[in-house]
């Protein structure tokens, strides 16, 4: 058995691309909440012990308005990063969508198209077709890049002040304990 999308290498290198840089944002995501409470372990076991994307998100966006509140963060700090959250989100729809549905082809031919068929099993009505391509998949990883890498500067501003990392050196957070 074979997913028709396996028959596209570009497309299937780029899902492959997305999922990466996902887990890349998670560690990102993590690195924010330990700045929040001070500790990566505690953070870390918070972050994961939440399996809904979006219960996270609302409860780093709680964190923060807290850390307002306590003024450990400033309301300009919130105002910077949680539009940044909030996009996080969107593109979470996207990913679930591109990652978590199955695939399906044209007939052959020279122009075989790829989509990702999009089921939601409560509400038939919202059943979907996206279409996957190089270029569609090469934006949605672009825009995860550029998410993770706004709250990774956000995250890591005083250690990037403090050192010349040059672009490439600074994109991965140091790997935890």
């Known amino acids: 058995m074979k997913s028709p999308i396996e028959e596209s290498p570009e497309c299937l290198a780029l899902l ?9 944002l998670d560690s990102i995501l993590v690195y924010l909440w330990a700045d929040l409470v001070g500790s990566l372990a505690v953070a870390e076991a918070l972050y994961f012990s939440i399996a809904s994307q979006k219960a996270r998100m609302d409860q780093l966006k ?20 949680v539009p940044i959250l909030d996009r996080i989100s969107d593109l979470w729809k996207t990913r679930n969508n591109l990652l978590h549905s199955y695939s399906v082809a044209t007939p052959d031919n020279p122009k075989r198209r790829y989509w990702a068929k999009v089921i939601r099993p409560a509400n038939k009505q919202k059943e979907r077709m996206v279409e996957l391509t190089p ?3 090469s934006k949605h990883a672009e825009d995860v890049g550029k998410a993770g890498t706004l709250i990774f500067e956000y995250v890591w501003a005083d250690v990037l002040k403090e ?12 790997a935890s304990p």
């Open 16 to 24: 492959g691309t997305i999922t990466a840089r996902w887990a890349t």
């Open 62 to 81: 709680s964190g923060i308005n807290a850390a307002v509140a306590s003024a450990e963060w400033t309301k300009a700090d919130r105002d910077a990063v």
């Open 135 to 137: 270029e569609s998949l």
């Open 163 to 174: 050192h010349s990392f040059s672009e490439r050196e600074h994109k991965t957070p140091p």
